[in-house]
């Protein structure tokens, strides 16, 4: 049986953890409700065996079982209709465990991101487990503040040291095409440029034209 260890960092307003796997590498980051939440608090701490779980909810999870005090813990994402949320954020859950890549804040609660990739690494390690071990603990049940609160994820280190490599590997020459109201900006950046161009055209009222000083061109809008 697979023994993972989560070693949590308790905040005021929720509970931040990192996964190790079985060979003591970091595989995702975790949040779970504050320690001290009123109605559903995270879990105390202890060796608990998790059972693969037909969810109604959430589908194939696994489910910690014997959980004192508490039913129904899972480890699991969440998921909207339109699947545009790729983060858990503490005000999610009812006790379970929330996977992520990096750390952030959403809604000015603790959060994490990149949470589909991070719950296909884990589910990737258990393709044939029908049940591991999770030893859940802390260096301390001391609340610290959470270093990334009244930050939103853009300014999140952990977020940038994410996904920059990821653009820079991807996008090495990338052909964009945004919509605006009278046409169409198109530019081919490297990795770097085509992520500022993004975040610069997000953020803005009015089109960009140029990035880093190449001036872009702008199509005629469709007839």
Not at 11 to 33: A, F, H, S
Not at 76 to 85: A, L, Q, R, S
Not at 161 to 171: A, H, I, K, Y
């Amino acid at each position: 049986m697979k023994k993972f260890v989560l070693y949590r960092t308790y905040l005021p307003n929720g509970t931040r953890g990192i996964w190790y796997d079985d060979q003591g590498k970091v595989l995702m980051r975790t949040i779970e409700p504050a320690h001290d939440h009123l109605d559903h608090p995270c879990i105390q701490e202890g060796t608990y065996i998790c059972e693969r779980f037909n969810s109604p909810k959430h589908g194939n999870v696994f489910q910690l079982q014997n959980v004192p005090g508490r039913t129904g813990i899972e480890i699991h994402i969440v998921e909207n209709t339109d699947h545009t949320v790729d983060y858990v954020r503490s005000g999610f859950l009812l006790g379970c465990i929330g996977p992520g890549l990096y750390d952030c804040v959403e809604h000015d609660e603790p959060a994490v991101g990149g949470s589909h990739e991070a719950f296909r690494r884990y589910n990737d390690c258990l393709i044939t487990e029908k049940s591991f071990m999770l030893q859940i603990t802390s260096k301390s049940k001391e609340v610290v503040m959470d270093p990334l609160q009244g930050k939103d994820m853009l300014m999140s280190k952990a977020f940038w040291g994410w996904l920059l490599p990821v653009f820079n590997q991807v996008l090495n020459h990338f052909h964009l095409q945004l919509p605006t109201d009278d046409g169409t900006l198109t530019a081919f950046v490297n990795g770097a440029g085509a992520m500022l161009f993004v975040l610069g055209h997000m953020t803005r009222t009015q089109p960009i034209t140029s990035v880093a000083g190449i001036k872009l061109s702008r199509l005629n809008p469709p007839a």
